[in-house]
């Protein structure tokens, strides 16, 4: 790719909040005149950084956007995404709740306000139309915008609760072997044998089934082992405490285990040992038990679900992100365009699919203004066997500008095969022919079999 320069003008504005002693930087990114097209685009973050600084705000810019982003008062990039310890406790036992609330959203609010002020200041007129556009975090951070699914972090964590519980650590590669096993029992469920679980609700694969039986780890033979089988259903059904009461969805089962939600460091012997997440065991410390200090390998079930039912308690109203009476964002004439990877390895995408459930329950025209549509085999944000949008921010755009309702989402591979991905609550299904034409795949209602909770027992 041929090097080009992209030529713009860098406003930084950084305020205060009276009484906080925090300090909040908004970057303002603002092509040249003749080069703006008369819009604005914030950028999200992800993780525990509000947002990616360059590596996002350079795309939005190079497109003729006015560029936005901030650093909520504590830090922006994706070094800081995965653990708050730099900024979240103001001394052990004590959450500094006012930058917490900075991140939640109190700081795109302002963002907003302070990028279309400076917009209006430079080029002599307000940006005609307005977008956000993020993924993981990001993507809370729109719909916190929109509202006006914070469970996910510390219920994320149970895969390694249950490892730390049970003393073992498995090697990377026997978790990587059940998923492989889930995808060769359920691949084949929308008659598309195509390495993707497409149907995930009908999937009822049981990792014990293959306890004992034999599988390849590099170059050596090594039997599945019930610890492996409980630590990996733990993961897919998710937390919940006996009544039921406290917890949060697992991951489908074509997910990729061991990115986030199980970690094991193996020595050149090949002997492993558990080790905690990052991303979620951060959330577990500074968060949950406000403790720089604090060690995973103590912590009981009962005390991970008290820690998890107190996340809500917490922080529910400064983070969550699931509103579905969205009648506001509607009567201002606004649009969403939100989708979903069924492998996403750190959020489990039940829990976007209840929400819509519930926004399409409040609001059965809902369509007219959001639309979600589920991605097949894509894990977070990208990667994984199936197809992920390429141009979703172009089609929000051409909905918005032109009135042009995004039916499909046009997604590709990483072959290049490209699929229609359908609006929710309607899924994908199979067709028929070449698996590498998308015309083999269409649109229909979804199957009343299965539902989005895990058919396993909870562990």
Known sequence: ???????????????????????????????????????????????????????????????????????????????????????????????????????????????????????????????????????????????????????FIPAGYWASQVMLGLGVGPPPCEFEAFTQAAVDNCDALDGAKDGIISLPALCKFDPHSIVGQNFSCNGTTRQYTLEAATIVQAAWT?????????????????????????STQCTSNGTCTATSASLLAGWMQYFSAKDPDWDASTMTKEQFLAYLQQSGEDYSSILAADNPDLSAF?????????????????IPPNGTIAYMEQVLKANPNSHEFIR??????????????GAAPKDAFAQLVSWVENGTVPTTLTATDSA??????CTFPLQQVYLGGNLSDSASFGCSLRSEEGTPANELPFY
């Open 1 to 151: 790719m041929a090097a080009y320069t992209i030529s713009f003008c860098n406003v930084s504005v950084t305020y205060t909040h009276l009484g906080t002693n925090d300090a909040v930087n908004v970057q303002v990114w603002l092509p040249s005149p003749s080069t703006w097209n008369g819009r604005l685009q914030a950028v999200g973050g992800g993780g525990y950084s509000a947002s990616f600084g360059s590596l996002y705000m350079t795309q939005a810019v190079g497109h003729g956007y006015v560029a936005l982003d901030t650093d909520a008062g504590h830090f922006r990039g994706a070094e800081y995404a995965q653990s708050p310890k730099e900024w979240v406790l103001e001394s052990p036992g004590k959450v500094n709740m006012h930058l917490v609330d900075n991140w939640g959203s109190t700081s795109l609010h302002e963002m907003a306000v302070i990028g279309k002020a400076v917009s209006e200041s430079y080029y002599g007129t307000k940006p005609k139309y307005s977008y956000f556009t993020g993924c993981s975090g990001g993507g809370r951070q729109a719909m916190m915008i929109a509202q006006n699914i914070e469970n």
């Open 372 to 385: 979600f549509y589920e991605a097949p085999g894509v894990g977070h944000c990208y990667g994984g066997a």
């Open 330 to 346: 509607r009567a201002a004439g606004s649009k969403i365009i939100t989708w979903h990877g069924l492998a996403d390895e750190a």
């Open 416 to 421: 290049g095969n490209q699929r229609e991905l």
């Open 238 to 262: 998710g937390a919940r405490s006996d009544d039921s009461k406290v917890g949060w969805f697992g991951l489908n089962k074509d997910a990729s285990l061991t990115s986030i939600y199980i």
